[in-house]
């Protein structure tokens, strides 16, 4: 009973408004940035990988290899992220980032994520372009349209994609 009086002078005492959930967006303040707000549909996808596409029969790849890019979302002293839509195909190079994150959204193809690991079969002295590393000890995961991949700073990782596929994806590139 005398925990009923108490609920009620309670009641009674601390209105529901003043109980009741705070606005957790009060305070923000706007500011306004009309350039950084985007909005690519299908069909500007489709310019972007036709674009591409015409890019890599060119044989603008990077180092010699099936791997075209084009910035989407520029990097900018204001953002810590930039958005880069990447078309490849066959082998590319492991790769590591000491202060930048990856996410991966799979937009057109598939193939073969590898994470983690070490890097193997890398020449000091020889360039970029003549090299073929691989990894060990990774973990590989089967990718394909939909698929959404993070992978930490500091961590070794490759896409591939068997010799006459190619993959298709949108790359956010978050900086520490």
Not at 87 to 102: A, C, F, N, V
Request: glycine share 8%; hydrophobic share 40%; aromatic share 12%.
């Amino acid at each position: 009973m005398r925990f009923f009086s108490f609920f009620l002078a309670s009641a009674c005492l601390f209105p529901a408004s003043s109980v009741s959930a705070q606005d957790i967006f009060a305070g923000i303040p706007v500011e306004p940035r009309p350039s950084d707000y985007i909005h690519w549909n299908a069909e500007e996808f489709e310019g972007f990988k036709s674009e591409l596409q015409r890019s890599l029969r060119e044989g603008n790849g990077i180092w010699d290899t099936d791997f075209v890019y084009l910035n989407a979302l520029p990097q900018a002293d204001h953002r810590p992220h930039n958005i880069q839509i990447i078309h490849r195909s066959g082998y590319t190079q492991p790769e590591i980032h000491e202060l930048k994150w990856d996410i991966y959204v799979i937009l057109d193809g598939s193939g073969v994520a590898r994470i983690g690991g070490e890097r193997v079969g890398w020449v000091n002295g020889l360039p970029p372009e003549q090299q073929h590393p691989q990894l060990e000890g990774f973990k590989e995961y089967q990718v394909g349209v939909g698929d959404i991949i993070h992978v930490p700073a500091r961590e070794w990782h490759q896409m591939l994609t068997e010799p006459n596929e190619s993959i298709t994806y949108a790359l956010i590139n978050v900086f520490e």
